[in-house]
């Protein structure tokens, strides 16, 4: 994700992503946000929502807190530290099937593509990947001759 939003997410919720701050022997979140922009504004609701759980139900900030969040299979995965309350679980997995349906690259509406890679893309950021794909192959095969 770009430098920016991460930080963003970072500041507006701090309790959340306390984890990030830790060396990788005790978390994953030691590696950032492990997803590309376009599923920004997911994570940012999701975000909001979960830390208005935790304030509403008083609950202890270091208890709920982002162990990881990356793409795998071409969808958005977010996992907790420490546990979640039903509500919190619910909304992650709501958050993880909109991401099959975002772009993960502009945030437009996509769709999970497998082409030899599962990813979630709109069509214009997947023509462009196949695009850059075909120059590399090109690129690699004339620096052979």
Wanted: aromatic letters at 10%; charged letters at 30%; a negative charge.
């Amino acid at each position: 994700m770009d430098l920016k939003l991460t930080q963003s997410l970072y500041d507006d919720f701090p309790s959340l992503f306390q984890r990030h701050t830790l060396g990788m022997d005790r978390s994953c979140m030691y590696f950032g946000i492990q997803i590309l922009s376009g599923w920004y504004q997911i994570l940012y609701r999701l975000s909001t929502f979960i830390s208005t759980v935790v304030s509403e139900k008083n609950l202890d900030l270091e208890a709920y807190c982002y162990e990881q969040i990356k793409e795998k299979f071409g969808l958005l995965r977010v996992y907790m530290h420490g546990g979640m309350t039903e509500e919190m679980g619910e909304a992650i997995r709501r958050a993880e099937e909109e991401s099959a349906r975002t772009c993960e690259v502009c945030g437009r509406e996509g769709q999970l593509e497998n082409n030899g890679w599962l990813r979630t893309r709109c069509k214009d950021c997947e023509e462009r990947r196949e695009q850059e794909q075909a120059k590399r192959t090109w690129d690699r095969q004339a620096a052979r001759v």
